[in-house]
């Protein structure tokens, strides 16, 4: 049973860990992954430092302006190892009061030929799922399951 | 749906203690009286009532009074509501490292 607000998740990349840094650490990379298409995800700040800022935007399908997505500040990165972001708060260790609370910590280790990547995602609780849902974070689930088979069985 | 996500807070509150997750994972083997509940933690009973009362306050247990004895029972529907939410979460990761794995991959195909 899981009883506390933390995820856990990693999966074996087939590719080195440079390969993943470069799909994390280049905007144009980030914004292929980072929300399930047809969602369109803009990023508009990317800086890979401890106090940068992470701020990303999405459009869904048909909708004139982007949305805010998240915005967030770095707080731990170690170029082909490391990336720890929170929400808690923005660029320059601006305290904020986001809509959904994590602290996300990504590793990329070596493993096999290719990068063992794991997320621990820690939330605070659940502050505001509804708003999660609002925003269109579940929809298109099917549509990235059935880009994840077209690109792997290319 | 508003007052849901609310008591969910109060959920995971009373989660993010040890005692009182004990409690719940004695509680699914069936419901106890509090005298029994408390014999395995090293507190007093006003302690240990007070993590019940946390408990009961988030609604993950409720008690009854029969007599002298009161008895705890879980409430299987708040714990599951907990599991729901954190289910959406991992999804939500889940998917994106999916989507990770998957273009990293298709951008560096394996040489053979």
């Given at each position: 049973?899981?009883?506390?607000?933390?995820?856990?998740?990693?999966?074996?990349?087939?590719?080195?860990?440079?390969?993943?840094?470069?799909?994390?650490?280049?905007?144009?990379?980030?914004?292929?992954?980072?929300?399930?298409?047809?969602?369109?995800?803009?990023?508009?700040?990317?800086?890979?430092?401890?106090?940068?800022?992470?701020?990303?935007?999405?459009?869904?399908?048909?909708?004139?302006?982007?949305?805010?997505?998240?915005?967030?500040?770095?707080?731990?990165?170690?170029?082909?190892?490391?990336?720890?972001?929170?929400?808690?708060?923005?660029?320059?260790?601006?305290?904020?009061?986001?809509?959904?609370?994590?602290?996300?910590?990504?590793?990329?280790?070596?493993?096999?030929?290719?990068?063992?990547?794991?997320?621990?995602?820690?939330?605070?609780?659940?502050?505001?799922?509804?708003?999660?849902?609002?925003?269109?974070?579940?929809?298109?689930?099917?549509?990235?399951?059935?880009?994840?088979?077209?690109?792997?069985?290319? | 749906?508003?007052?849901?996500?609310?008591?969910?807070?109060?959920?995971?509150?009373?989660?993010?203690?040890?005692?009182?997750?004990?409690?719940i994972g004695r509680l699914l083997g069936g419901a106890a009286p509090v005298k029994r509940l408390a014999e395995p933690f090293a507190m007093g009973l006003p302690a240990f009532m007070k993590h019940l009362s946390v408990l009961e306050t988030?609604?993950?247990?409720?008690?009854?009074?029969?007599?002298?004895?009161?008895?705890?029972?879980?409430?299987?529907?708040?714990?599951?509501?907990?599991?729901?939410?954190?289910?959406?979460?991992?999804?939500?990761?889940?998917?994106?490292?999916?989507?990770?794995?998957?273009?990293?991959?298709?951008?560096?195909?394996?040489?053979?």
């Open positions: 049973m899981t009883n506390e607000s933390e995820l856990t998740i990693s999966r074996l990349i087939a590719a080195p860990p440079a390969a993943v840094w470069n799909a994390w650490s280049i905007p144009e990379n980030l914004e292929k992954w980072w929300i399930p298409a047809p969602i369109e995800c803009r990023v508009d700040m990317l800086d890979l430092r401890p106090g940068g800022g992470f701020v990303t935007r999405m459009r869904e399908e048909g909708a004139a302006d982007f949305q805010p997505h998240v915005d967030g500040c770095f707080l731990d990165v170690v170029p082909e190892k490391k990336i720890v972001f929170t929400t808690v708060l923005t660029e320059g260790w601006q305290p904020a009061e986001p809509w959904l609370a994590l602290t996300a910590i990504l590793t990329f280790e070596p493993q096999d030929g290719g990068t063992l990547y794991a997320a621990r995602v820690l939330h605070k609780n659940p502050d505001d799922s509804s708003k999660h849902l609002e925003l269109g974070f579940h929809e298109g689930w099917g549509t990235a399951i059935a880009q994840l088979a077209e690109l792997t069985e290319r | 749906m508003a007052n849901q996500q609310t008591s969910l807070d109060t959920v995971f509150h009373a989660l993010a203690d040890p005692t009182r997750r004990a409690v988030s609604g993950l247990i409720r008690s009854e009074k029969a007599g002298r004895v009161r008895t705890c029972h879980l409430n299987a529907d708040r714990l599951a509501a907990a599991e729901d939410w954190l289910s959406e979460q991992r999804a939500v990761w889940q998917g994106r490292t999916d989507r990770l794995a998957a273009f990293v991959e298709s951008q560096n195909p394996p040489t053979k």
